[in-house]
């Protein structure tokens, strides 16, 4: 078995069109900017409500070449794809092979902007996201990672080798390796990003990584913004007392700094001592809080309907909640195993608990500056006059019209998310030492950086790419919410 090359036979012709295509977007990027401070555009108004359609002059003209570059570069990376999966294994190299390796990710990724841009006009905000250039890429660069993970992690359909076993002769090998025995042994021939001081796989480590952080970043930001909008509803609403008391306890967990917080919660000592189990079972109760009231206040005038939907909604989320927070080994495990259907990883409840309590202040703080603000608007009025509840006026009247700039910060947040869970990783606090979250295995690389780049590059790339997807997704539906 031969080692591999970045590009193999594709090379020979995309290799000099992609250096073609990358000048290109730098020249014409750098002619935009320059052109930006010399040149003022004269633009072109065609339609009847005085909307530009095009620009002329040297800055319109630049812009058009880099649209027309940046369109270049994307062809001749859709063409090291088509090729990777098109052509015999080996002969498009390290590239093509990982792009055949994600072939059910291409699809659904094919498949999901397809459906989205055939009926974005039924699909309110997330359709509007399609009609901006940067949400798309964002979103492009989110769902990649997303289905990178579900496909990967538990399906199995992406990653080449076990990420925790080590074969012997492949430690700090170079991307390309090709696995000794692999044909003989049933395994994937090459290790395509090299392997790390462990002789595990990187490729197949970063690709459970993303599962990893798929499972948490989302879910954990989720949580908190539970947290936050169950309580900072009535605090930006009531005012007064209310306000008072909660915003000094969410100023008092702002007040430290983050990283102290998550190395006081994700230390043994404290571990040990059941804090953090005890924090999930009072910060995972607050989903239930917010369906119980979301419910109740929508269908009080219906009570039997009310009755109906508050038990069963109720006894799934009492039940699913139950399986959370009882966990092996530690010192809440109520649930028996046979009706248990969530078993944690060891250290993933600590660290989704820690993500929780850290994200929730911040949640509650923005709930609140939007509740203060929209409980003047007259449809709050409209509401408190025809006797409507207050629990109903924040759910149905306030949270709605807030929903815009709470997106945002969702996908921020989960951004923000990702990077703690790198950080924690990176320190080797929560997640066990072998584990193939990015931050761990970024950490294991970076004693041989100098000597061995590739086991730190690829999950260092993945963190800066899923993070800078959630920063344009967020930028993108800030521009589109902006226009309702």
Not at 86 to 96: F, K, V
Not at 174 to 199: C, E, Q, R
Not at 209 to 223: E, H
Request: proline share 6%; net charge neutral; aromatic share 10%.
């Amino acid at each position: 078995m031969e080692q591999l090359t970045w590009t193999g036979s594709l090379g020979a012709v995309l290799d000099p069109l992609l250096g073609v295509a990358a000048v290109a977007v730098g020249v014409a990027a750098l002619a935009t900017i320059v052109l930006s401070f010399v040149d003022a555009p004269v633009s072109v108004q065609a339609n009847a409500d005085g909307t530009v359609t095009a620009r002329t002059g040297a800055t319109g003209l630049a812009a058009s070449a880099l649209r027309l570059a940046v369109l270049g570069l994307l062809l001749v990376l859709l063409g090291y794809v088509i090729g990777g999966i098109l052509m015999p294994y080996g002969d498009a190299g390290i590239i093509g092979a990982m792009a055949r390796r994600l072939t059910p990710v291409w699809g659904a990724l094919a498949v999901t902007f397809a459906l989205s841009i055939a009926f974005k006009r039924y699909l309110g905000l997330y359709g509007k996201l399609f009609d901006s250039t940067v949400g798309m890429v964002g979103f492009a660069l989110v769902m990649f990672w997303v289905y990178t993970g579900i496909f990967g992690g538990p399906l199995g359909l992406i990653a080449t080798h076990d990420p925790l076993s080590a074969l012997s002769g492949l430690k700090n090998k170079l991307p390309g390796v090709p696995v000794p025995g692999a044909p003989d042994n049933g395994l994937f021939p090459h290790y395509l990003l090299g392997g790390d001081n462990l002789a595990r796989d990187v490729f197949s480590r970063m690709i459970h990584g993303s599962w990893i952080v798929i499972q948490i970043a989302p879910l954990a930001t989720l949580f908190a913004f539970m947290v936050g909008i169950t309580l900072g509803l009535p605090a930006g609403y009531y005012g007064g007392r209310v306000d008072t008391i909660l915003s000094f306890l969410a100023n008092l967990v702002l007040a430290f700094p983050v990283i102290l917080l998550f190395y006081l919660l994700v230390t043994p000592e404290i571990v040990q001592t059941g804090i953090p189990s005890f924090m999930a079972t009072v910060l995972f109760v607050f989903p239930l809080v917010f369906a119980f009231v979301l419910i109740n206040s929508r269908f009080r005038t219906q009570p039997a309907k009310r009755t109906a939907m508050v038990a069963g909604v109720l006894v799934v989320l009492a039940w699913l909640y139950l399986a959370l927070i009882s966990q092996a080994g530690t010192v809440i495990n109520i649930l028996p195993a046979a009706i248990d259907p969530i078993t944690l990883p060891s250290g993933i409840l600590v660290v989704f608990v820690s993500v929780v309590f850290v994200n929730s202040p911040t949640s509650f703080r923005i709930v609140r500056g939007l509740a203060l603000e929209l409980r003047t608007r007259d449809y709050v009025a409209a509401a408190q006059t025809r006797g409507e509840t207050a629990w109903y006026v924040m759910l149905w009247e306030i949270l709605p019209n807030a929903r815009g700039p709470l997106i945002v910060d969702f996908c921020l947040r989960i951004g923000y998310t990702t990077i703690l869970l790198g950080t924690l990783g990176f320190f080797g606090l929560g997640l066990p030492p072998e584990s193939p979250d990015w931050g761990s295995t970024i950490n294991a690389g970076r004693s041989l950086l100098s000597i061995y780049p590739h086991p730190a590059l690829p999950p260092a790339i993945a963190l800066l790419s899923l993070v800078l997807g959630l920063n344009l997704l967020a930028d993108g539906l800030r521009e589109e919410s902006l226009k309702d």
